[in-house]
């Protein structure tokens, strides 16, 4: 079974490119459109990898890493804002809030995977 990966994004064109383009590598893809169900999913699916939007309906990336960060079990899974804040001091703002790792939206198609497999212990 591949290595399944969380998608926490609230955009279905969005969504439906990270999840193409995971699934075509081998990868199990979990959806979560909020921070809430994103949460509850990682504490229950236990993802190898968390895709995070920064722009979230209701709760944003910032606050969802934070507390990913505080949860046990959870805590030590690579975390990978996919944003396009992409303003001086926002991929600092990102990584200060808990994630591992930035990638700029939109995605390259061509580069995304490979940037996701640098967090994957395979």
Same mark, same amino acid.
């Given at each position: $079974?591949?290595?399944?990966?969380? /998608?926490?994004?609230?955009? *279905?064109?969005?969504? !439906?490119? $990270?999840?193409?383009?995971?699934?075509?590598?081998? !990868?199990? /893809?979990? *959806?979560?459109?909020?921070?809430? /169900?994103? +949460?509850?999913?990682? +504490?229950? *699916?236990? @993802?190898? /990898? +968390?895709?995070?939007?920064?722009?979230? @309906?209701?709760?944003?990336? !910032?606050?969802i890493a934070k507390i990913l960060r505080k949860t046990p079990d959870i805590d030590t899974i690579p975390i990978i804002a996919v944003t396009s804040y992409a303003m001086a001091g926002d991929r600092e703002k990102i990584l200060t809030a808990g994630a591992t790792d930035y990638i700029e939206k939109p995605i390259n198609p061509a580069t995304f995977v490979d940037e996701i497999k640098i967090h994957l212990k395979e």
């Open positions: $079974m591949g290595k399944k990966i969380l /998608v926490i994004e609230d955009n *279905e064109q969005n969504m !439906y490119l $990270m999840h193409f383009l995971l699934e075509s590598n081998g !990868y199990t /893809v979990i *959806e979560a459109l909020n921070g809430q /169900v994103g +949460i509850q999913k990682a +504490i229950d *699916e236990h @993802p190898d /990898v +968390i895709l995070l939007d920064i722009q979230l @309906p209701e709760m944003d990336g !910032y606050q």
